[in-house]
């Protein structure tokens, strides 16, 4: 009992210096402000002002929930969603519902995009394997050629007194440097990859390419009004669609012209321009690359619904 009683006095005494220095060294007001308040069972306002930023404004606008939002975030500015707590949940709720619905379309979008990217893949990866194979194998008979003629020509006929041996053995040399540069422009040529066998399906680059494309490789109406519109932060005004085909033009990502409508419509699978002997390595990796650049800016919608998430919180 001694103990404890001179340990609280020794506290006592702590908390009465800490208390003294406090009130020396921090300047007036300062303890105000780190005082806690009580609760008072009152709704307190919030000092911070919510406010959406470019790209949730413009996710808001898309999904059609510009009102509902400003209206939810005026509750909340003014501190009047804790006395309206039924009505500002209830919008909430149907809010984040809606924001959820078009995440769950958009990573589904995507999910087709993977789809076509993996098939796409599969094709020039048994194109590449094929190719593979077949200048190996021009490569291994253009050796083995070299190999069976020139021993037969330094051999018997080169060693033989005979001069029609002799005359054998030059004529059959010219023969094997033929066959030496055949097989290799063969090799060359075969370098290029051959035609795919399975039958080419029109794609999801179709729509963005200008072309009416089937209802079963569109993009959803409100992913494509976000590539048809600017980005907030954008300083030319170009549509996020018409920024992509610039880039397609013009950023050297690409070893085809597509500013020829007929490679446009072979690469997209559709028009008239498009045949299945099109089908080879350099278009299919092509059409790879600016899949993966159209799934790239349409998940850029991402960051607005998150932020749009995140004002709302």
Known sequence: MQFMSIFNLKRELLTSIFACLLAVFLPAGALADIAVPLHTGEPTASNTNITLKPEAEEAAKLLGLEDQIHKLLDLKNSGKAEA???????????????????????????????????????????LSRERDLAVAATNNANFLQLGILSTIID???????????????????????????????????????????SKAEPNMLGQSLGFD???????PPMLWAYLNSPSPNSSHGLTRREQLIEY???????????????????????????????ETIKLINNRITMLFDLRAMTDMLNTGLVELLEALD
């Not at 005979?162 to 075969?190: H, K, Q, W, Y």
């Not at 494309?213 to 993009?219: C, G, M, S, T, Y």
């Not at 690409?254 to 002997?277: F, P």
């Open 155 to 197: 051999g018997p006929l080169a060693q033989s007194h005979n001069p029609t041996n002799n005359r054998d053995a030059n004529r059959l040399n010219i023969v094997s440097g033929l066959m030496v540069g055949g097989f290799a422009a063969l090799a060359l040529v075969e370098q290029h990859g051959g035609i795919r066998s």
């Open 84 to 126: 309206l707590y039924s009505e500002t949940l209830k919008l909430q709720l149907s809010i984040i519902r809606k924001i959820m619905t078009a995440g769950l379309e958009l990573r589904t979008t995507a999910a087709r995009f993977d789809r076509e990217i993996t098939f796409e893949t599969q094709v020039v990866d048994k």
């Open 213 to 219: 494309a089937p209802a079963e490789v569109k993009l």
């Open 248 to 278: 397609w033009k013009t950023g050297k990502a690409l070893s085809i012209n597509i500013k020829k409508q007929s490679t446009r419509e072979q690469v997209a699978v559709l028009g008239q321009h498009h045949h299945q002997w099109n």
